[in-house]
């Protein structure tokens, strides 16, 4: 997915000169095609992200359009301060990008998961918060935020992430995109989950289960019509995302709670009690449930 973001965002920087990009020291083998292309536009800050929000803020008061890159959490939960009061309050448009969201760094432990990072931003003001599913979101979504005009969250994989759509979907901020139609169960996913997603739905339909398979890569504003949909056409909803309490479970399950169309409703996410833990990403997910197996098990459990 990062790098479907950089060389989207070079595309874009070609023809729209307020196009920045800052960085707090990361992004090696990643960004140097846009700080060769676009030196003046280019700023690494250093470890320093606080600052690096800051400027980004007052550029965009200047009138550019400011991408700001880091990895996991740190672009979010050490600068939320900065992006609450200098970007949010303000409506400034400043795209915050962060790479290795969920589980993506797992082996290096805690400090550096991005576990919580939807909770925070989906409630923050004028923030649009993006999980895109595969690189072809991850291409639209760039060029969708880009043309927003106030401030974005951008929440990518880190590296080798598989494409999953076979035909460009049609891509808007604040919609779902539907996959595969069900009639039994409505399988929701943000994020890097989508390819797991989608292998869980084909081993039910080996059980004549059939799902329905949403990407839901807004988290904020969330498709609430979508999710009413789903609880219309299908008796159990099941979502699936890669980060703890406060994220796309608790977004719809807020639609839900005020839905005359009742569905039940089953949250695959990650535990409290087993974030702290250090492993691969794989590794890490089964252990959460968030596998194949996992999903598959929680319907079959919930049908």
Partial sequence: MRTTFASTLCELAE?????????????????????????????????????????AAGLARSGKTVFTYSIANFPVMRCLEQ?????????????????????????????????EDLAVTRVLPNLVVVAPGDPVETRLATRAIAAHAGPCYLRLGKANEPVVHVCEPAFELGRAIV????????????????????KAADELAQDRITARVVSMPTVSPLDEDAVRSAARRTRLIVTVEEHGHGGLASAVAEVIAASPARAAFVPLR?????????????????????????????????A
């Fill in 15 to 55: 023809t729209d000169s307020r196009i920045w990009l800052l960085t707090g020291d990361l992004g090696y083998s990643v960004l140097e095609p846009f700080a060769q292309r676009f030196p003046n536009r280019y700023v690494n800050v250093g470890v320093a992200e606080q600052n690096m929000t800051g400027i």
């Fill in 83 to 115: 992006i609450r009061n200098d970007v949010c309050y303000h409506n400034a448009s400043v795209k915050i990008v962060a790479v290795g969201g969920g589980l993506a760094y797992g082996a290096q432990g805690y400090t550096h998961h991005g576990v």
């Fill in 179 to 198: 996959l595969r139609e069900g009639t039994d169960v409505t399988l929701i996913s943000t994020g890097g989950m989508l390819e797991t997603v989608v």
């Fill in 270 to 302: 990650l535990r409290r009690e087993a974030m702290h833990v250090a492993g691969s990403q794989e590794w890490l997910r089964a252990r959460q449930g968030l596998s194949v197996e996992g999903i598959v098990a929680a319907v079959r459990e919930a």
